[in-house]
């Protein structure tokens, strides 16, 4: 399975209006029944039921404590008049004389599966004792007779092998038995048949098993467990119980509604598909007799609480990449006409669907957009559920509306919904209506029936919602929601929500990216000298990057480590009425460039770090210059720009004075350690390319930088 499924398994229902109260079962003795003798253990067959009966029909072999015969195979046809009289005998050839059966068959009938003692060959005498164990034996139809009687090799001397019932595919013989090693008196097993032979028995587990009796097991097309058990609790004697084999276990079996158990002994049940009628045995009349039962209303026996399809979430970018939201803006737009501003914000979507969810960051004054941090698809789904559309809470006495239209269960039509409001009262339909008569807390349980669009076959599920019923219309309701969590889940974290990531700016800032500042962007290749540039201030140097994966060529003027170094720029030349000017991140591609870039976040490119106050080289500047020294040596047609930028503490002139005898300095260093000169520029720009404000030293400090451009030749 995908992942641990939680399952709902309900049985049967009807087509009409049924309101009040109401039994889960109408049961009813079936009219074959002797009056003193015993039938029990009813499977299908044909037209009719096969059973087993210790009645008295001139059989040679009785026992004579009651005066009843032995156990034996019966079959009589349902279809007709089924009385006691119309019972007989099943098959002469699989009469012994000791007891025989139960049995089951395979599902083309001609192959039968029986229990009986192993030795049937001597005097009644001679074989009646404790030591002729009971096994299960086959035997296949051949021109109207039951012959090749097969003792299987599952069964043992030593202990008994009884109450057969094997998997309508046939893979599979379920069974009870005494053998050593098990959880109780009798356990179930089942013997996989495998390579033309059943395989060594294999114990059901403690899940099923207890320190009791467990016997009479019976599975349904579905693959659903029904058995009887006298170690759980019940309502007294053997019970009947269910489970369901889910996600490599067993459920905890769950006892099934009066009146199918009772305070007496009750088990060997067969049913339907969908259990909306079948058989069962019962000592509740002084005889063990099989009884005829049909579902009156569904019995949820795996409650799944319904899950709440959620449609409002939070939404939070994680700052990684941090903004100055003096004078930008966190933008989201989720796809369905709304917006909202924020680095944290909540929205609720009109319902489950498929939306495209951008954040951008927007310039505040001229709502320009400056970056593009994450986009990606999202797809809100619905649970795959039965749904109760119902309030959440209600005052005792009103007429509450109920239901079922907002199933969501695709590849199935809906045929008809049944509900049980847990306070005696049930109803069918697909809109209801009920009323509480006492406060509390109802787990209110709706099932419904379903036919399969492409095979055609019925299914049935179901769902439980909890409804808070309130002793009066005084009772104030804000109390009761402010005591429920109301903070909504992050969209991250919501199950039942697909999102698949088209850009996510903070994802690539881990590959060795850099934000670049690009003018304009175009399908088509746009010469440098093009009048479009002519009012870029000659301090900007304008590149030429081809993007291959958006097939466009991208023209840039900056670029920064940081985004938000990337503002000055922005805002500079989106004032000069280059209105199209962006912030793109950039993952760096050749190794020269990711070295590079490696090397100024190990070593920083603050010029406090490079020189002294007599602006000499520092010892961190060495550090920094000869493994720049190593990467050119390295990439010999390496060419670089050493470029230094100021604060604006100075004039202007001075400024760029300084700026350019430091990247001179630089420079210098380089050519002194071999590296030639072609290959070096030295560049100062002073304060005039900014990359925070001038108010606060630590802003200044920012400023106080020194740039290693590779020179695109």
């Given amino acids: ?24 079962y109408i049961v009813k003795k079936a009219s074959f029944n002797s009056d003193k003798y015993d039938e029990f253990s009813p499977v299908y067959f044909k037209n009719g039921i096969v059973f087993c009966s210790n009645r008295n029909l001139g059989l040679s072999n009785r ?11 019966y079959y009589v046809d349902t279809a007709g008049k089924a009385d006691w009289e119309s019972a007989k005998l099943f098959s002469k050839n699989l009469t012994t004389i000791l007891n025989d059966g139960p049995v089951t068959f395979n599902s083309s009938r001609d192959t039968i599966y029986y229990s009986r003692n192993h030795d049937i060959s001597s005097k009644l005498s001679d074989i009646s004792g404790p030591r002729n164990k009971l096994g299960i034996f086959s035997a296949i139809m051949v021109k109207g007779q039951w012959t090749k009687i097969m003792d299987l090799r599952i069964n043992n001397e030593w202990y008994n092998v009884t109450t057969p019932y094997l998997s309508p595919d046939g893979k599979k013989l379920y069974f009870a038995s005494d053998k050593p090693g098990g959880f109780g008196g009798s356990d179930l097993y089942y013997s996989q048949w495998k390579n033309d032979r059943w395989n060594d028995p294999v114990n059901l587990g403690p899940v099923i098993n207890t320190k009791g009796n467990e016997s009479y097991p019976f599975i349904n097309p579905a693959g659903e467990l029904f058995f009887s058990s006298d170690g759980r609790p019940g309502h007294g004697g053997k019970d009947i119980f269910f489970s369901l084999y889910s996600d490599s276990a067993w459920l905890e079996p769950v006892c099934l509604d009066p009146p199918i158990n009772s305070q007496f002994d009750d088990f060997g049940i067969v049913t339907d598909t969908l259990m909306n009628e079948g058989y069962f045995s019962s000592n509740r009349d002084k005889s063990i007799d099989i009884y005829h039962f049909k579902t009156n209303l569904p019995q949820i026996l795996y409650k799944s ?3 709440k399809n959620q449609y409002c979430f939070m939404f939070t970018d994680s700052g990684a990449l941090v903004i100055d939201t003096l004078n930008l803006k966190y933008i989201w737009n989720f796809g369905d006409g709304e917006k909202a501003s924020g680095r944290v914000v909540s929205h609720c979507f009109p319902g489950a669907g498929k939306y495209t969810v951008k954040l951008d960051v927007v310039e505040k004054n001229t709502r320009n957009l400056f970056f593009s941090k994450l986009i990606y698809n999202l797809e809100l789904r619905d649970f795959n559920q039965p749904f109760i559309n119902s309030p959440d809470i209600v005052v005792k006495g009103d007429i509450v509306k109920f239901d079922g239209l907002r199933s969501n269960i695709p590849g199935y039509r809906v045929l008809n919904y049944s509900w049980d409001f847990r306070d005696g009262n049930k109803s069918f339909g697909k809109n209801v209506e009920h009323s509480f008569k006492e406060p509390g807390e109802y787990l209110v349980n709706l099932t419904v029936t379903l036919k399969s669009d492409s095979t055609g076959n019925e299914h049935k599920t179901g769902v439980s919602k909890k409804i808070q019923v309130l002793n009066d219309a005084r009772v104030s309701y804000t109390a009761h929601i402010d005591s429920v969590k109301t903070n909504l889940p992050d969209i991250r974290t919501y199950e039942n929500a697909l999102i698949k990531t088209q850009f996510s700016a903070e994802t690539e800032f881990r590959k060795d990216a850099v934000f670049n500042v690009e003018l304009l962007s175009s399908k088509n290749k746009i010469g440098l000298d093009n009048k479009i540039f002519r009012n870029v201030p000659k301090k900007y140097t304008i590149t030429e990057k081809f993007i291959p994966e958006d097939i466009t ?13 990337t503002y000055p720029a922005y805002n500079e030349l989106f004032a000069l009425g280059f209105k199209n000017v962006r912030i793109k991140i950039f993952v760096l591609k050749e190794p020269a460039e990711k070295e590079l870039h490696n090397l100024i976040n190990r070593n920083g ?9 007599s602006d000499r080289l520092t010892s961190n500047a060495f550090i920094m210059l000869d493994q720049i020294v190593k990467l050119m040596n390295k990439y010999p047609f390496l060419r670089l720009e050493v470029a230094v930028h100021s604060d604006n503490t100075g004039s202007a002139a001075t400024s760029l004075m300084l700026s350019q005898s430091r990247s001179q300095l630089l420079v210098g260093y380089l050519i002194n350690r071999g590296i030639s000169s072609k290959r070096l520029v030295a560049t100062g720009f002073g304060g005039s390319k900014p990359i925070a404000p001038n108010f606060l030293e630590k802003d200044r400090k920012l400023n106080r930088r020194i740039d290693f451009i590779i020179i695109n030749n």
Avoid: C, H, P
């Fill in 553 to 565: 060529y991208s023209y840039v003027v900056d670029q920064q480590m940081s985004l938000m170094a």
């Fill in 63 to 73: 026992s004579t404590s009651q005066n009843k015969g032995l156990f034996k195979i």
């Fill in 305 to 307: 609480i319904q899950k």
């Fill in 1 to 24: 399975m995908m992942r641990k499924l939680v399952l709902v398994i309900l049985i049967t229902s009807f087509s009409q209006i049924i309101l009040g109260q109401s039994e889960t």
């Fill in 605 to 613: 490119a603050y010029a406090g770090s490079y020189f002294d106050s």
